[in-house]
């Protein structure tokens, strides 16, 4: 894994997809350990989720259904601390358990947004969080965050479904910003 530059910045290797794969696997272990005598259904939140989405699909060996969602919070590399929702749910889950699938938490704004959505007005039977990344220096909600499949460092990153406006998604590898360096 070299280095690869997107827009104006430069992003350095972080996790290697081998790495990344692993993590994927025991989460999806973890959460089937719960929900093996259940069909949960898990629900996507798009669209930085997509490929952690998929791969936790592939390694769950339970019964599942799946649906999605859009929300959004950040522009270029900073979370606006602002939620809104840009898409609807895409299947009725009241009285359904449910896991909603994150690629990743930071401040928790979005996290508390999805909770108060769905216990206010789609009624499952039960809501948990699984998401692929957690930043815990930032995370500033009380929400427990039952499936985390890595805690980072408060570094921007890029890759395996993770964008800097729009691009990036694509990269299998994980990668974050160069500190102190921006391009011209």
Not at 105 to 114: F, I, K, P, R, W
Request: glycine fraction near 6%; aromatic fraction near 12%.
């Amino acid at each position: 894994m070299e280095s690869i530059q997107i827009h104006d910045k430069t992003f350095i290797p972080y996790l290697r997809d081998a790495e990344i794969q692993e993590i994927v696997k025991a989460t999806a272990q973890k959460i089937y350990e719960d929900y093996k005598d259940e069909t949960p259904i898990f629900v996507g939140v798009l669209n930085g989720v997509i490929m952690f989405f998929s791969d936790l699909l592939k390694h769950y060996p339970g019964k599942c259904e799946i649906a999605f969602i859009q929300m959004s919070s950040y522009a270029g590399t900073q979370s606006t601390g602002i939620v809104y929702q840009k898409m609807e749910l895409t299947k009725d889950i009241k009285d359904r358990h449910i896991i909603l699938v994150e690629d990743i938490v930071d401040t928790g704004n979005t996290v508390e947004s999805l909770f108060k959505y769905f216990t206010e007005t789609q009624r499952p039977k039960s809501v948990k969080l699984a998401s692929f990344l957690l930043k815990p220096d930032v995370y500033k909600k009380d929400f427990k965050l039952d499936y985390i499949g890595k805690e980072i460092p408060n570094k921007f990153v890029l890759g395996y479904g993770l964008d800097y406006d729009e691009l990036g998604r694509n990269l299998k590898d994980l990668y974050q910003l160069e500190e102190g360096r921006i391009n011209e």
